[in-house]
């Protein structure tokens, strides 16, 4: 079992940057990606971005050259860099980790607004 944390979302203005972070605890050494997706109200829950255990990374097309994906092994951590943010980014944000299965964490909440 994988069990995950997120922490970082908050309020932020149109332009402005969060990072947000996951981490890991339990079985953490089968884990083979991780990632973030988010959802936003209305909308299909949609895969931002993730990492892979060679280092290879996924981005949406939406947040390519804004948001940066990045692991610390040493600290069981992903993080998600986010630049640049837009009102569209508005979402609340859930880490996931796969090895034999999926394993989520609660999600935390991005809200981008003046």
């Known amino acids: 079992q994988v069990q995950l944390v997120e922490s970082g979302g908050s309020l932020v203005q149109p332009g402005g940057s969060l990072r947000l972070s996951c981490a890991a605890s339990?079985?953490?050494?089968?884990?083979?990606?991780m990632g973030w997706y988010r959802q936003a109200p209305g909308k299909q829950r949609e895969l931002v971005a993730s990492?892979?255990?060679?280092?290879?990374?996924y981005y949406a097309d939406s947040v390519k050259g804004r948001f940066t994906i990045s692991r610390d092994n040493a600290k069981n951590t992903v993080y998600l860099q986010m630049n640049s943010l837009k009102s569209e980014d508005t979402a609340v944000y859930l880490c996931?980790?796969?090895?034999?299965?999926?394993?989520w964490g609660q999600g935390t909440q991005v809200t981008v607004s003046s």
């Open positions: 990492i892979v255990n060679g280092g290879s990374t």
């Open positions: 339990g079985s953490i050494a089968s884990i083979n990606v």
């Open positions: 996931y980790a796969v090895n034999q299965g999926v394993a």
